[in-house]
């Protein structure tokens, strides 16, 4: 599946093929349509996989990581930070670049997550909702709210 070459630059050679199974891993593989906002798109991609591997790195070894072969996805954090992915790769496409940039991305990665309790106003109720997911997962794993342990959350 990482191997697939995507038919055009712009398509996320994930979608499809594993995007609910590599959440991160796909929010990772788009980019921004505009050559203006496209540093401030991989600063948001920055925040997500640094919040990850950071907490990943307190909690697991690569180990356990490497051994599992299960079907269901690698349940390496106590959340998923799967409606976090997908706002990351909505606020690549064109029609959300006013909410992209209004995301203080440039800021230290505690001080992004804080900043995040006042979200941005969108017209999209799922964009809202994956925004929510986004702010929840970026402030536990640094440590700004408490990790919720559900036998089957994601």
């Known amino acids: 599946m990482f191997a697939r070459t995507p038919k055009h630059t712009s398509d996320n050679p994930v979608m499809g093929r594993g995007v609910t199974r590599h959440p991160t ?45 299960g079907q269901n996805p690698w349940k390496g954090l106590p959340n998923s930070p799967a409606l976090g992915c997908l706002a990351v790769r909505e606020l690549s496409l064109a029609q959300f670049s006013d909410t992209l940039l209004l995301l203080s991305v440039e800021l230290a990665p505690a001080n992004f997550a804080r900043s995040l309790d006042r979200l941005p106003l969108t017209d999209s109720s799922d964009l809202t909702e994956h925004l929510k997911g986004l702010r929840s997962f970026l402030q536990k794993a640094n440590g700004i709210r408490e990790w919720v342990n559900r036998q089957n959350s994601g």
């Open 25 to 69: 891993y796909a929010a990772l593989c788009n980019t921004h349509s505009s050559d203006q906002l496209k540093k401030k798109f991989r600063l948001l991609q920055g925040h997500l996989l640094f919040a990850q591997a950071n907490e990943l790195h307190s909690r697991n070894n690569r180990i356990d990581y490497e051994a599992y072969d």
